[in-house]
C-alpha cells in the first residue's frame, strides 16, 4: 500500500519561512511526478509546484521566487522550501504524487497525502 506522508506545516508570520516534507512509502516502481498542491478555504485546490515526469519543474506564478521544490530521489521524498510567507499563502498543502506500480505496466496511480497546514499570520 503506497502512501505520501507530510509533514513541516504550522503557523508562521508573514515574511517567515517554513519547509515542507513528503515522502512517499510502499510497493511502486517509479515516480513519475511528484509535487505540492494547496487548498484554501472556499477555493479550488491548485498547484503549487511539482516535477515533471521529465525532471523538470512547474511552479505557479505566485509563489515563483519564493517557493523552491526539491527532491531526493533515493529517500523518494519532495520539499517545499517556502520563504516570504504572505497570508494569503494560508492553505492545507497537499502532496500529490503519479506512480507507476511495477515494471512494464500501463496503468499509473495518482496519490495524495493527507494535507498539512500552513497558517500565515502575525
Known amino acids: 500500500q503506497v502512501q505520501l506522508v507530510e509533514s513541516g506545516g504550522g503557523l508562521v508570520q508573514p515574511g517567515g519561512s517554513l519547509r515542507l516534507s513528503c515522502a512517499a512509502s510502499?510497493?511502486?516502481?517509479?515516480?513519475?511526478?511528484m509535487g505540492w498542491y494547496r487548498q484554501a478555504p472556499g477555493k479550488q485546490r491548485e498547484l503549487v509546484a511539482v516535477?515533471?515526469?521529465?525532471?523538470?519543474?512547474n511552479s505557479a506564478d505566485s509563489v515563483k521566487g519564493r517557493f523552491t521544490i526539491s527532491r531526493d530521489n533515493a529517500k523518494n521524498t519532495v520539499y517545499l522550501q517556502m520563504n516570504s510567507l504572505k497570508p494569503e499563502d494560508t492553505a492545507v498543502y497537499y502532496c500529490?504524487?503519479?506512480?507507476?506500480?511495477?515494471?512494464?505496466?500501463?496503468?499509473?496511480?495518482?496519490?495524495w497525502g493527507q494535507g498539512t497546514q500552513v497558517t500565515v499570520s502575525s
Open positions: 516535477f515533471t515526469s521529465g525532471g523538470s519543474t
Open positions: 510502499g510497493s511502486f516502481f517509479s515516480i513519475n511526478t
Open positions: 500529490n504524487a503519479d506512480l507507476t506500480p511495477r515494471p512494464g505496466s500501463n496503468t499509473n496511480f495518482r496519490y
